[in-house]
């Protein structure tokens, strides 16, 4: 489902009105559409880390993006761009510039980059992001470098444009397109025939005619938060929903407002609010909240993420039959995935354990904590018995709650080399307490020399 | 014989002539005495060809000779199945014009469909006539003389020492006819202090010569007691009619017969929790069967002594034992106990009289070693539909196998095939020793045990009062001292200075990773960290290693589970087999269950600070866990449910008194499965109604069309509403 696209459509302006549109050769139409946005098709290579072999390796990826104002603003994935390290562009007219990370929403796959342009370069041709949504039927270009190939455009419909993906972050949902999407079209966009941007392809299925585009109407929603905070900043409250009617499941509440609360976050406002599975919520700050079906929660939870944090706002639920008030304050959500950092000598990659990354870990080790994230396969620590997802508990006898903690030992352990080579590990395998003699006296780089 | 003496003659002459030529020679060379030899007994040497039968069926009896290849000095083995047509040569002599000697193989006659004497391209048919049972022989008769052969002749001139005879042989080497000559100076005079017997290594089927190169006898045995007939020529050994053997070995199936007698045994058909658990394995494959044909051994008291390689869980299932007498009625029979260490039980008629054609078995009670060279029976048993089926396998003892427990058996060959079961008898009927599934193999290997030791278990009934039929809960049975261990790996060893005690006591140790309060291992001291070695029980005499193996950790990782598995895949788990909590019948629990069992003393050996220490406790009852748990099956949902146990509610990290009942499996199609629930989820309330038990589960359900059910996962709630169908 990952997959990196970058596409390219210009546009020529042709607009088809639907009745001016015998008029119009549909050639023309399409020919108008990619002439609008294809001067701003970025295409972007980036040299990442990769930690998921447990050695500090980099990669080069590429994907797609699409400038949005002259002075060099380009929209694209945060999977693009994630752990990158150098990210070069190349725009339609063959010049190429470095670019920074303005701002990233993990939860909604979008990043904001800058072009590195040297001052007083003019103005780049900028795509309009549309505030309008789609409809089913609507002809769309999508735009990019599918598995490589730059300035690639291909064509389809709008085939949804209310899909709800429930492994793919809370707050979208998402446009389905049948254009030709490929690894490689990520960040790019998805183009109306009126040469307007209407999204940023974002996820593929390699099996078939469905790939998904996050709406631009959803992505204006976060982009003045990704261009001041660098980053969504959604606030939290913890709630876990389920929908009123769940055709997939056979499970239909007898209610026609609210929304069922499935549960609530360890520590979150939710629950110290003392909220309850079964309960229901009907009202947020005193506007009604329904919840349908699954395709309806995308939009409350950008309506709850969206609060101001700190203020408290009154919520009403019903609980066995009695509607209820209650005072709930929203925080922010902060991260939502963990720092990470490869250990080459022991052969491993720590992780901090991020309850939204990894909730099950964050159920053993309630207070945080690191964890294996990755282990080198012939490396010390997979020969010493640890395995990938080992929560570490213990260092060396002394507990171990953050990466710096474990730094700390790592470069400790790198000083006192070779006069000491083992170290003493106690992790929690499964919620079981397991215990390892960590030998890091082979030297994986020795190998390599 | 004239012909001999007058070549003997020619022979001094040549020595005389010689001598008068060269002083110094005193005689013919070496090597021309050897090819005089040869040239005088090689046209008595023949080869037998045995052809054995094909369509013998599975009971038939079976054979394995073993003998002393003269090729490469080893003992190569022949056996019915391996030999399908070919023919099997054996050397023979000839010693009268139509009458051949050769090695008695001791196969019973119907094995056998013909028999040839072959030698340089002829063949005439040849049968069998008489048995030296003395001296291992049997004589054939020709049907017609083979041309080109000529019978050996024996002196009556006794050689003056065994080492300085010389020994004619012949074999069939390569396809072709060997013979040969073996001088005496390279033998030995070996004495067997087992035995008391001092013997002859005589090459086995040689004629053998004595000084003067004139054959005085034929070795068929090796080695021959030095002080028997080993020099006496074939007319002066006492035979037997073939049919006098043939009629002992019928008397000798006969006697056995009565002292087996066919067992049937059930299993109750119990749900698979709790006891589909497979703790060994072995050839005879009972622990997969509801339905046991087997048999047993009569004992001296109404008992009968059967080989069963169940479980403690499996043997608590059996709800039917029944004798089956060889008219076809039934008696039931009762269960007296079962043996810790080898995988047999003893059972009683019930009403405490025997049948009278049931007669016991006789055990040997000379030692083992004295059966040195005795001919010997295996005999492979088995219940075929309430009748006995039995093969012997005859052998001569020519040597003796060590086996765990650090005895010397002979090798026999016995009960190989599933089913089966074996021991092995002198032509006497006396079993001298029985082949039993080892319980402490990890592979149910079947070792033999001999009858002194079969006596021993016998008389002091050490039975393992873990293994006993049972009904309800109390099948489910798991001796534990309370601790959760993990794999000891090297490193671990090392740091806990525990490699040297581990290599010598010949376990992989386990490290205790949490020791459960209230229980015998934390009121005897154990602590986490602690390094179990061994146990030891049953006053010292039993042992077993306290060991983890790395496959027993870690188990199912949920998280990566709900991940990546669909909601098809997600439906075929069966929470029996994967579970991520620990298992508290697998492990040391398992060993000690199997060894010692609920209430047994044992002594703890185990390593803390790099000192050995040991600790006395007594294993409790396992607490109900979740394979003992109980259920609760929702057929209208289509969904299993149990009661969280205590590693349960330690994975769940549910209270002491926090509801919740586990989903332990959920049916594809079924109205649990359409609305989402899922294995290894917490069903905390019905409707609202919190749920303490699997059994308050049914209740709450019982009669309603919709329910509600609080689920949760690790961390992650949600609330699932099953719609129930009437069928």
């Known amino acids: 489902?990952?997959?990196?696209?970058?596409?390219?459509?210009?546009?020529?302006?042709?607009?088809?009105?639907?009745?001016?549109?015998?008029?119009?050769?549909?050639?023309?139409?399409?020919?108008?559409?990619?002439?609008?946005?294809?001067?701003?098709?970025?295409?972007?290579?980036?040299?990442?880390?990769?930690?998921?072999?447990?050695?500090?390796?980099?990669?080069?990826?590429?994907?797609?993006?699409?400038?949005?104002?002259?002075?060099?603003?380009?929209?694209?994935?945060?999977?693009?761009?994630?752990?990158?390290?150098?990210?070069?562009?190349?725009?339609?007219?063959?010049?190429?510039?470095?670019?920074?990370?303005?701002?990233?929403?993990?939860?909604?796959?979008?990043?904001?980059?800058?072009?590195?342009?040297?001052?007083?370069?003019?103005?780049?041709?900028?795509?309009?992001?549309?505030?309008?949504?789609?409809?089913?039927?609507?002809?769309?270009?999508?735009?990019?470098?599918?598995?490589?190939?730059?300035?690639?455009?291909?064509?389809?419909?709008?085939?949804?444009?209310?899909?709800?993906?429930?492994?793919?972050?809370?707050?979208?949902?998402?446009?389905?397109?049948?254009?030709?999407?490929?690894?490689?079209?990520?960040?790019?966009?998805?183009?109306?025939?009126?040469?307007?941007?209407?999204?940023?392809?974002?996820?593929?299925?390699?099996?078939?005619?469905?790939?998904?585009?996050?709406?631009?109407?959803?992505?204006?929603?976060?982009?003045?938060?990704?261009?001041?905070?660098?980053?969504?900043?959604?606030?939290?409250?913890?709630?876990?929903?389920?929908?009123?009617?769940?055709?997939?499941?056979?499970?239909?509440?007898?209610?026609?407002?609210?929304?069922?609360?499935?549960?609530?976050?360890?520590?979150?406002?939710?629950?110290?609010?003392?909220?309850?599975?079964?309960?229901?919520?009907?009202?947020?700050?005193?506007?009604?909240?329904?919840?349908?079906?699954?395709?309806?929660?995308?939009?409350?939870?950008?309506?709850?993420?969206?609060?101001?944090?700190?203020?408290?706002?009154?919520?009403?639920?019903?609980?066995?039959?009695?509607?209820?008030?209650?005072?709930?304050?929203?925080?922010?959500?902060?991260?939502?995935?963990g720092d990470e950092k490869v250990f080459p000598r022991w052969g491993f990659t720590a992780k901090e354990i991020n309850r939204f990354n990894e909730p099950d870990l964050a159920f053993h080790a309630p207070k945080g904590g690191v964890y294996v994230a990755a282990t080198d396969w012939e490396g010390n620590a997979a020969n010493s018995g640890l395995r990938r997802r080992d929560i570490i508990v213990e260092f060396d006898g002394a507990k171990v709650a953050t990466l710096g903690e474990l730094d700390a030992f790592y470069q400790k352990a790198l000083k006192d080399l070779p006069a000491r080579t083992r170290v003493d590990v106690s992790v929690l395998r499964q919620g079981r307490p397991l215990r390892f003699v960590l030998n890091y006296q082979e030297d994986p780089e020795k190998d390599d020399q | 014989m004239k012909n001999h003496m007058m070549f003997l003659l020619a022979l001094g002459l040549a020595a005389v002539a010689a001598l008068g030529a060269k002083p110094e020679n005193r005689g013919p060379s070496r090597c021309e005495r050897m090819n005089a030899a040869i040239a005088r007994h090689a046209a008595s040497a023949v080869t037998v060809q045995i052809f054995f039968k094909t369509d013998l069926d599975e009971d038939a009896d079976d054979f394995d000779i073993p003998y002393l290849c003269p090729n490469c000095n080893s003992v190569h083995h022949r056996q019915r199945d391996r030999n399908g047509e070919k023919p099997y040569p054996m050397a023979g002599y000839l010693v009268a014009p139509d009458r051949v000697l050769m090695q008695d193989l001791v196969i019973s006659s119907n094995l056998v469909s013909r028999m040839e004497v072959v030698r340089g391209g002829q063949k005439v048919a040849a049968c069998p006539v008489r048995r030296y049972p003395a001296e291992g022989a049997l004589e054939l008769k020709l049907s017609a003389p083979l041309p080109g052969t000529k019978p050996l002749v024996f002196a009556s001139v006794p050689p003056q020492s065994a080492t300085e005879c010389s020994y004619f042989y012949n074999v069939f080497d390569k396809g072709l006819l060997v013979s040969g000559l073996v001088s005496g100076e390279s033998l030995r005079v070996r004495h067997f202090a087992d035995i008391g017997k001092t013997m002859l290594d005589v090459p086995q089927n040689t004629v053998v010569l004595n000084e003067a190169g004139e054959a005085v006898s034929i070795a068929f045995c090796s080695p021959m007691p030095i002080e028997a007939s080993t020099f006496s020529a074939p007319s002066q050994w006492k035979g037997e009619e073939l049919g006098a053997g043939e009629a002992r070995l019928t008397e000798l199936k006969r006697k056995l017969r009565a002292s087996l007698v066919a067992v049937y045994i059930h299993r109750a058909e119990e749900k698979k929790h709790g006891s589909g658990r497979m703790i060994f394995s072995s050839s005879m494959d009972d622990e997969n069967k509801r339905d046991i044909d087997t048999l047993g051994y009569a004992l001296g008291n109404g008992e009968l002594l059967v080989p069963l390689s169940l479980n403690a869980s499996q043997t608590a299932e059996i709800d039917k034992l029944e004798a089956v007498l060889a008219d076809g009625t039934r008696r039931k029979l009762d269960f007296v106990g079962a043996f810790g260490g080898h995988a047999a039980v003893v059972l009683r008629f019930a009403d405490g009289s025997v049948p009278p054609e049931v007669k016991p078995l006789v055990f040997h009670q000379g030692p083992i070693p004295a059966l040195f060279q005795s001919l010997i029976y295996g005999v492979t048993a088995a219940n075929r539909d309430g009748k006995i089926a039995l093969s012997l396998s005859s052998t001569r003892v020519k040597e003796f196998e060590s086996t765990s427990d650090g005895t010397y058996l002979p090798s026999v060959s016995v009960g190989e095939r599933k089913g089966r079961h074996g021991f092995a008898v002198t032509p006497a009927g006396e079993c001298f020793m029985g082949f039993f599934p080892d319980r402490e193999s990890r592979y149910g290997q079947v070792i033999g045990v001999p009858a002194a030791k079969l006596g021993e278990m016998l008389a002091k009934r050490d039975f393992n009062p873990e293994y006993a039929p049972r009904t309800g809960k109390d099948r489910i049975r798991v001796a534990w001292m309370g601790v959760e261990a993990q794999e000891l790996t090297e490193e671990l060893a090392r740091q806990k200075k525990v490699i040297g005690q581990l290599a010598a006591y010949e376990t992989r140790g386990a490290l205790v990773s949490r020791v459960h309060p209230g229980t015998p291992a934390a009121q005897a001291g154990l602590r986490e960290g602690d390094v179990l070695l061994y146990a030891r029980g049953g006053n010292g005499k039993r042992k077993v290693e306290l060991e983890m193996r790395d496959m027993r950790m870690g188990g199912l990782d949920l998280a990566e589970l709900f991940q990546h598995a669909d909601d098809t895949r997600f439906l075929q788990i069966d929470a029996d087999e994967f579970s991520p909590w620990p298992d508290v019948e697998g492990g040391i629990n398992e060993a000690l269950t199997t060894k010692f069992g609920i209430g047994a003393k044992i002594i703890v050996a185990y390593v803390r600070d790099g000192k050995k220490l040991e600790t006395e406790m007594t294993l409790a009852r396992a607490p109900v866990h979740y394979r003992s748990a109980p259920r609760h099956k929702a057929k209208a949902l289509g969904a299993v449910f149990a009661d969280v146990t205590f590693e349960v509610r330690g994975y769940f990290k549910l209270g002491d008194d926090a509801p919740g009942v586990l989903v332990c499996k959920v049916q594809a199609g079924h109205p649990a499965a359409v609305a989402g629930l899922r294995p290894l989820e917490i069903v905390t309330h019905v409707n609202g109604e919190p749920v303490n038990s699997a059994k308050r589960l049914g209740e709450l359900l019982r009669g309603k069309d919709e329910v509600q059910l609080s689920v949760r996962r690790l961390a992650a709630t949600r609330v699932v509403r099953i719609q129930i169908k009437e069928k």
């Open chain 1, 1 to 337: 489902m990952r997959f990196l696209f970058g596409l390219v459509l210009l546009p020529f302006a042709c607009v088809a009105a639907h009745p001016a549109m015998q008029a119009t050769d549909f050639r023309d139409i399409v020919l108008n559409a990619r002439a609008k946005v294809f001067p701003s098709l970025v295409y972007v290579r980036v040299v990442c880390k990769d930690l998921t072999e447990g050695r500090n390796e980099k990669l080069t990826a590429s994907g797609s993006g699409v400038v949005i104002s002259k002075d060099g603003e380009l929209l694209t994935n945060h999977h693009v761009i994630d752990k990158a390290e150098e990210i070069r562009c190349l725009l339609s007219d063959g010049s190429a510039y470095e670019a920074k990370v303005v701002g990233s929403d993990k939860d909604m796959d979008i990043a904001l980059l800058k072009l590195q342009r040297p001052g007083g370069s003019p103005d780049l041709p900028a795509a309009e992001l549309t505030p309008d949504h789609a409809e089913i039927g609507d002809v769309v270009l999508a735009m990019g470098a599918p598995w490589g190939l730059a300035r690639s455009v291909t064509m389809g419909i709008i085939s949804c444009t209310d899909r709800y993906l429930e492994q793919c972050g809370p707050y979208t949902l998402w446009y389905q397109t049948d254009a030709a999407i490929s690894p490689g079209n990520s960040g790019g966009p998805l183009v109306d025939t009126k040469g307007r941007v209407v999204g940023i392809n974002a996820r593929g299925n390699t099996r078939g005619a469905q790939a998904f585009t996050i709406p631009s109407p959803t992505i204006l929603e976060i982009l003045p938060n990704l261009r001041t905070k660098g980053g969504a900043h959604w606030s939290w409250l913890g709630f876990q929903f389920q929908p009123l009617r769940d055709f997939d499941r056979n499970t239909y509440f007898p209610y026609t407002n609210g929304v069922m609360i499935a549960g609530t976050d360890i520590g979150s406002p939710a629950r110290k609010a003392g909220f309850r599975p079964g309960d229901r919520l009907v009202a947020v700050d005193g506007q009604g909240v329904t919840v349908r079906h699954v395709e309806d929660l995308p939009a409350l939870e950008r309506r709850l993420g969206r609060l101001p944090c700190g203020t408290a706002i009154a919520v009403a639920y019903v609980r066995d039959g009695a509607q209820l008030a209650a005072k709930l304050v929203p925080c922010e959500k902060g991260k939502v995935e």
